[in-house]
């Protein structure tokens, strides 16, 4: 595999999204935040795609594991750093990337917890339990008046631009692409394949699934924190099931297991509720005459045009958006 | 003792609702090994029914005829839901694989959750009144206090209990069923109909979710389109608990999460109820990956 090539689009990422920041002060700012959440839901959905896609152990908690990241972050935004006494920009471009990192690593500490004892489960056990931690997580959430209980933590300072959204999105699609290209990668896929095959050919499976959710975890910790400086405000019932949900249906629009596929998922899953708002707003012109027609009632079916979309989707396309062939089996 | 008495019998009774619902998604489990989402939505739908042949058709309240009346048709009106849900949405997807059946399933759940709370073509979102369907007393026994509601929710879920069970083990219509969670291929190969023993099942469980939804909102008075969510999550819970696929199981499973609940209720953790369900789960299934009750699977290559 071409590992310069992967880089180089990294490296240009990460430019174009330090461009795009410099010049963001003058973009819409309704259209910047969608825009952000753009890349807040590329980074949960790359993550979840390698737990769920390339490894094949279907989680329904990753919600919850954003949830972490975003409340750690956030913690260490609003307590800890009033007290350095750093100036505003220092704690944007210092402070705030360390408190992702942070709560990267916490949400991985609570990947590894769920991972760990939930390998001895498959399929539709390993799918309950992670949603089970995920509503767990979100219960102990509410009920920590520490960082606001119920009613939510407010004050979050936003420090997510766009330099951050999308060079952690690309960081992410770099980093599951280059695992899974290198090596050591290929014993994930092993293990969404056969994983007895995979046992017999000597793969540590267990340490395979481990590192997946760790991985994955970790990222999707970095984008609960993101998450959080980009509302400024969180409630612990954003982390509910719907939101795992939500998640794995990007996966698997995406076409489970394929990379660009995931990532437009991500960005069209996102965008299609506010480009169904946006459309609500409009009107068309009446062919018969007289006055134009209202759209405003695709305002209020949006979520049902949504579900409505997914079941035609799985019924007509259930490989995915996507999903152009089963590549990775040709030699089967 | 007596409060411990108390918080027993609401543990029971929660249970036996939870009971009735895990019977629906652990059937649906034993037929296509597949969880059906959107039955926790015809849950709350079940309780729709009930509300509206009560403020609509003008069925009597407080009255054991018309209680039992609405329970029956919500019953009867799930039950056709359910086999509608799977005729359309779920039968095409016979041969695929189990993932997108559940996508699928989640995408029924979201629709009906949607539809129901759009106030033009559902019920709109906000939260109703659900009437006394039977008469409502307050009975005495010693220092024990029992309504009459209470009362009528034991007895109906006991004995939707043991209806099931009769279905599922002395009719042929439950044998098959047997059959076809023992062995698809071989029950097809033995003349069963498999299409007719799902739309079935689809059916009698619909039918069980629509009763616990009934005798939900006689606990909780107050619907919503999302009241199914947690009821659902917890009944699912339930199911997997005592072992996804075994009829027992579920029964033991509901009753466990409904007990736990209640008893956790009454002490200062109450507000972390919700996730006791999850907490239990998951320290049993560490212990017995298949459940309770279930058998372990042993893989063969």
Known sequence: ?????????????????????????????????VVMGVGVSVVLASSLNLINGFTGQFSLGHAGF??????????????????????????????????????????????????????????????????????????????????GGARGLTG???????????????????????????????????????????????????????????????????AGGLYAHLKGYLNPGGFSFDKSIEIVVMVILGGMGRHAGVVF????LTLLPEGLRELGSRSVPNPFGGAAWSLDWIKEMRMILYSLLLILLMLLRPQGLFHRSERRRRGT | MTEFLQQLLNGVLLGAIYALIALGYTMVYGVLRFINFAHSDVFMLGAFVAWYSV?????????????????????????????????????????????????????????????????????????RAFP????????????????????V????????????????????????????????????????????????????GSALAGAGGVLYAMNYPSIDPLMGTLPGLKAFVAAVLGGIGNLPGAALGGL???????????TRLSTFRDAIAFGILIAILLFRPAGLLGKLKVEKV
Request: glycine share 10%; aromatic share 10%; proline share 4%.
């Open chain 1, 1 to 33: 595999m071409a590992f310069p090539i992967a880089q180089r689009w990294l490296l240009a990422s990460l430019i174009l999204a330090g461009v795009a920041s410099a010049v963001s002060g003058s973009i819409d700012p309704y259209f910047l935040d």
């Open chain 1, 66 to 147: 954003m949830a972490v990241g975003a409340y750690t972050s956030a913690m260490l935004t609003t307590v800890v750093a009033p007290r350095l006494g750093w100036n505003p920009v220092l704690l944007q471009w210092v402070f705030f990337p360390m408190s992702l990192i942070v709560a990267g690593l916490l949400a991985a500490v609570a990947g590894l917890a769920v991972g760990a004892p939930s390998l001895r489960l498959k399929g539709d056990y390993l799918a309950i339990v992670t949603l089970g931690f995920g509503e767990i997580i979100r219960v102990m959430l509410q009920n920590l008046d520490a960082v």
């Open chain 1, 156 to 222: 979050v300072p936003t420090y997510t631009n766009l330099f951050w959204t999308f060079g952690t999105a690309a960081l992410t699609v770099y980093t599951v692409w280059a695992l899974l290209n290198s090596t050591h990668g290929r014993g994930f896929l092993a293990v969404a394949d056969d994983e007895v095959a995979a046992e017999a050919m000597g793969l540590d499976t267990t340490r395979y699934k481990i590192t997946a959710f760790g991985i994955g975890s970790f990222f999707a910790g970095l």
């Open chain 1, 265 to 268: 998922a991500a960005i069209l």
């Open chain 2, 55 to 127: 403020e609509k058709l003008g069925l009597p309240t407080q009255s054991i005829g018309g209680g039992l009346a609405a329970l029956l048709l919500s019953m009867s009106v799930c039950a056709v839901l359910g086999v509608v849900i799977e005729k359309l949405a779920y039968k095409p997807l016979r041969q695929r694989s189990t993932l997108t059946v559940l996508i699928t399933a989640i995408g029924v759940s979201l629709l009906i959750q949607n539809v129901a709370q759009n106030s033009r073509l559902g019920f709109g979102p906000n939260p």
């Open chain 2, 132 to 151: 006394a369907l039977f008469p409502s007393q307050q009975l005495h026994f010693g220092a024990l206090t029992v309504s009459t509601h209470q009362l």
């Open chain 2, 153 to 204: 929710v034991l007895a109906v879920a006991l004995s939707l209990l043991g209806l099931l069970y009769w279905i599922v083990h002395h009719t042929r219509t439950g044998t098959a069923m047997r059959a076809l969670s023992f062995n698809a291929t071989a029950a097809s190969l033995v003349g069963i109909n498999n299409d007719r023993i799902i739309s079935f099942t689809f059916g009698l």
């Open chain 2, 256 to 266: 466990l999460i409904g007990l736990v609940e209640t008893f956790v209720s009454g």
